[in-house]
């Protein structure tokens, strides 16, 4: 997996990495180890989730406003999409998806977090394409533009449009079409 830090830089993520941030939060007290060593939010945990969801609620509503008519539509096909992408999603994905949707989510809210779990789908087709191009992370990141960077980014768009092919072709219009309409 590659961890895209705030500055761009791209860093391989290793499991002592991952092994550290679960310490880090079970230190914190906002999860706890289960019996069969899964992992839950304690209630402290619960608080932080239920408010990151919030402001997340806040800044697409506020955001997306001005579409506030489309975005159940569009968060019922993310939906779709999040669902379909199941079948051919890698390790990221599967860690991801689908993604926690409170009871009483808002379609801005449902529509941010189904398009941010797809961007994982993307992220392990992206991977399987360079790996099946014999790459590593480095060598993919040190590729440079041309015939074989053009080749991975295709077999990119491939693997990751799979799931797209579960929308109709009206329906595919109508998803871009609306994603387009919303404010950056």
Not at 83 to 89: D, E, F, K, Q
Not at 133 to 140: F, H, K, P, Q, V
């Amino acid at each position: 997996m590659v961890h895209h830090d705030l500055d761009g830089d791209a860093d391989e993520v290793t499991a002592d990495d991952v092994r550290g941030d679960v310490e880090g939060l079970l230190a914190a007290g906002l999860i706890d180890k289960t019996d069969d060593d899964a992992i839950q939010p304690t209630g402290t945990g619960r608080a932080v989730l239920t408010e990151m969801y919030k402001v997340s609620a806040d800044v697409a509503g506020e955001s997306w406003a001005s579409q506030a008519g489309s975005l159940a539509g569009l968060s019922d096909l993310a939906g779709r999409l999040v669902h379909a992408a199941l079948a051919t999603g890698g390790p990221a994905y599967a860690a991801m998806a689908p993604p926690y949707e409170p009871a009483d989510a808002t379609a801005a809210l449902l529509l941010h977090t189904r398009l941010s779990v797809l961007r994982y789908h993307r992220a392990d087709a992206h991977a399987a394409a360079w790996q099946a191009a014999g790459l590593t992370s480095m060598t993919m990141r040190q590729l440079p533009a041309g015939p074989s960077r053009d080749a991975i980014e295709a077999e990119t768009n491939r693997r990751a449009g799979v799931p797209y092919a579960t929308l109709s072709p009206d329906e595919r219009i109508t998803f871009l079409a609306g994603l387009a309409a919303l404010p950056g």
